[in-house]
């Protein structure tokens, strides 16, 4: 069992960044690929980008190039750091779990989840 938590949505201009945080709960937290996707309001769960337990990293093309993905397994904390921000971006920030690999961009694929954050950008 995993349980994740996350933190520091907000609201932020277009060309802002902003950090979110993922804290993960379970003593197998580094085995596990972590993933953020994002939802916004009438539109289905996006892929936003992935990390697999080794640090490998995989974007959604949406966000390549403006959002980094990283982990830090010693304290079971997954991050998002994100500049450039555009209203676009603007939606729910979810954190997702699952065993195994991180290329997998369909939310279907995750078993844990967040509640989630909210985000959003002004023009």
């Known amino acids: 069992q995993v349980q994740l938590v996350e933190s520091g949505g907000g609201l932020v201009q277009a060309g802002g960044s902003l950090r979110l945080s993922c804290a993960a709960s379970g003593r197998t937290f580094s085995t596990y690929a972590m993933g953020w996707f994002r939802q916004a309001p009438g539109k289905e769960r996006e892929f936003v980008t992935s990390?697999?337990?080794?640090?490998?990293?995989y974007y959604g093309d949406s966000v390549k190039g403006r959002f980094t993905i990283s982990r830090d397994n010693a304290k079971n904390m997954v991050y998002l750091q994100m500049n450039s921000l555009k209203p676009e971006d603007t939606a729910i920030y979810y954190c997702a779990a699952r065993s195994g690999s991180a290329t997998f961009t369909e939310a279907r694929k995750y078993v844990y989840w967040g509640q989630g954050t909210q985000v959003t950008v002004s023009s």
């Open positions: 990390i697999s337990w080794s640090g490998s990293t």
